[in-house]
């Protein structure tokens, strides 16, 4: 197992020195899901829902978590970051969030890909919540990675569950 790369010889929590690093193009993404019953599921297709556009309201919250990571999470370095996308999918039995980031950077991406479908998960959750608060939040996974030192990971893919 690696050494924690967030605890210093003490034992004690500190952000990484990322001075050294080269600057190289980083990507991530990650993907989430959201179980909805068929009535939920129909109100959403047709724009029904009280509050308004969920996948919309819920593609933009996302945007805004991946600038904001470095709020949320203390040991998160703040990055300028060069594109966020997020995908808002509506499937026969879940709502399905991709989320892709990059940035030029001395650090990777994978935490505000995390925290985009993350919170637009949440955003569908608070948007949906009054017509029903069984809605279950899944699967919150870094799917890819590029770039950096540590190279490229990619989940194996399963097969999806409908």
């Known amino acids: 197992m690696k050494a924690l790369t ?8 500190r952000m990484v020195d990322v001075s050294a690093k080269d600057v190289t193009v980083r990507t991530a993404a990650a993907s989430a899901r959201i179980k909805v019953g068929k009535q939920l599921r129909a109100l959403i297709a047709s724009d029904r829902v ?9 593609r933009i ?5 991946a600038k904001k990571t ?7 370095h703040p990055l300028a970051l060069d594109a966020v996308e997020v995908v808002v999918t509506l499937e026969p039995k879940a709502i399905v969030i991709h989320a892709t980031v990059k940035i030029t950077g001395r650090t990777g ?10 919170v637009a998960a949440l955003a569908v959750y608070d948007m949906c919540k009054a ?15 590029q770039g950096g030192k540590s190279g ?3 989940r194996a893919r399963r097969r999806r569950e409908r």
């Open 6 to 13: 967030h605890v210093d010889e003490r034992g004690q929590a």
């Open 50 to 58: 009280p509050k308004g556009d969920v996948l919309a309201v819920a």
């Open 61 to 65: 919250a996302g945007i805004m978590a």
């Open 70 to 76: 470095s709020d949320l999470l203390p040991l998160c």
């Open 109 to 118: 991406v994978e935490m505000e890909a995390l925290t985009a479908v993350s």
């Open 131 to 145: 017509q029903g608060r069984g809605l279950v939040i899944e699967h919150v996974q870094l799917e890819a990675k």
């Open 152 to 154: 490229t990971f990619e």
